[in-house]
């Protein structure tokens, strides 16, 4: 069955504290793997799509990394704008369908 | 972002009563998801729509269905609200590439 896993499943940190995301996937052939961020009372707000292991991807003061079993959503020297839920999914390659995990819910005290 | 509307915004409707939620796109993606997002379950997909009136069934599709006449046009019933359909609702749209994009969300509250 497939399934995805994120912790923790919330983070306190400080500006300018920079941490990881962790979204561990099992999934029988990996179509593609999607990061979001949902800040409350709105949509999730696609951020990046992964799609083999060793990628990376960088928006701003986010870089996403992608191995056979799990992504990181690293953030450097975040700020208090930071704070939201992050999201993560996996898409297997039979299906049109995507998985979420509960999401981390990020929050960046000033 | 991929242009979604999703009506109505709030809607506080009483047990037993039908509901209808419409997600309307305008960047002519094929396909459109219906989820709905509770506290501890994350989102989780209702059923999901691959072409005119090609639908399929999600993860939690019992006591909804769905329609779609129009490539912009996804609708979402609830055939009788249930308070266990008390929920924050979301539309979102995938053209030919796998990413979805997703609507402003649609709360629902039935008492």
């Known amino acids: 069955e497939d399934q995805v896993t994120q912790s923790p499943e919330a983070l306190r940190l400080q500006e300018g504290e920079s941490s990881s995301l962790n979204c561990s996937y099992t999934?029988?052939?990996?179509?593609?793997l999607f990061w979001y961020r949902q800040d409350p009372g709105k949509g999730p707000e696609f951020l990046f799509t992964?799609?083999?292991a060793g990628e990376e991807k960088e928006k701003e003061r986010l870089k996403a990394t992608l191995t056979k079993k799990e992504s990181f959503l690293h953030i450097t020297a975040p700020k208090p704008e930071d704070s939201a839920t992050y999201l993560c999914a996996v898409q297997a390659n039979r299906d049109d369908k995507i998985i979420f995990g509960k999401g981390t819910r990020l929050h960046i005290l000033p | 972002d991929a242009g979604i509307t999703q009506s109505p915004r709030h809607k506080v409707t009483e047990t037993g009563t039908p509901v209808t939620l419409r997600c309307h796109q305008t960047?002519?993606?094929?396909?459109m998801y219906w989820y709905r997002q509770d506290p501890g379950h994350g989102l989780r997909l209702i059923h999901y729509s691959y072409g005119v009136k090609d639908t399929d069934k999600g993860e939690v599709s019992d006591g909804y269905s769905v329609s779609r006449s129009k490539t912009e046009d996804f609708l979402l019933t609830l055939e009788s609200a249930t308070s266990s359909q008390t929920s924050v609702y979301f539309c979102?749209?995938?053209?030919?590439?796998?990413?979805?994009?997703f609507g402003p969300g649609t709360r629902l509250l039935v008492l």
């Open positions: 992964l799609y083999s």
């Open positions: 999934v029988s052939g990996l179509r593609g």
């Open positions: 979102a749209t995938a053209g030919l590439q796998e990413t979805q994009y």
């Open positions: 960047e002519n993606h094929r396909y």
